[in-house]
């Protein structure tokens, strides 16, 4: 019997599965929205909205903690400075899910996850600017 059992392994081992993790949040705090498979995005899902709750409390041992799960200084410079504090009068549901269909190559079924009420830059606009200053 399964009662009870929730947590996902996607066929990795335990430190592949955090190595995972951590590299899909820290994306996803960097880039502000990432393309991946559903069930990742799900239990990427759970992992950045705990490191925003830690990031609200905005100490240095939130800080030392959200460091030592994500081990990359710049997203969690990220994280404090810029995303927890739009989400500090927030009380949970910081990201998104929005489903994309299935991939062409395998059928997996594929998702966008991205943080809620954040503006998202867009790389096409900034490539064709980049390029149009870059001409002129």
């Known amino acids: 019997m399964r009662h009870r059992k929730n947590n996902q392994k996607l066929g990795r081992s335990s430190a592949h ?7 899909l949040v820290c994306s996803l705090i960097v880039e502000k929205r990432i393309e991946t498979t559903l069930a990742k995005a799900k239990l990427a899902r759970t992992k950045a909205e705990k ?5 609200r409390k905005g100490d240095v ?5 959200v460091l030592s799960r994500l081990n990359r200084k710049k997203p969690v410079s ?5 995303i927890a504090p739009k ?9 998104r899910i929005t489903k994309l269909g299935c991939r062409k190559g395998d059928n997996a079924p594929m ?5 809620v009420d954040m503006e998202v830059p867009d790389k096409k ?8 200053e870059a001409v002129a």
């Open 17 to 23: 599965l955090k190595a995972t993790l951590s590299a």
């Open 125 to 132: 606009k900034k490539k064709v600017v980049a390029e149009a």
């Open 87 to 95: 989400y500090k009068e927030r009380n949970g549901g910081y990201t």
């Open 78 to 82: 990220i994280l404090f400075d810029e």
């Open 61 to 65: 041992a939130s800080r030392r903690l």
């Open 51 to 55: 490191m925003v709750t830690f990031a």
């Open 111 to 115: 998702a966008v996850l991205e943080w």
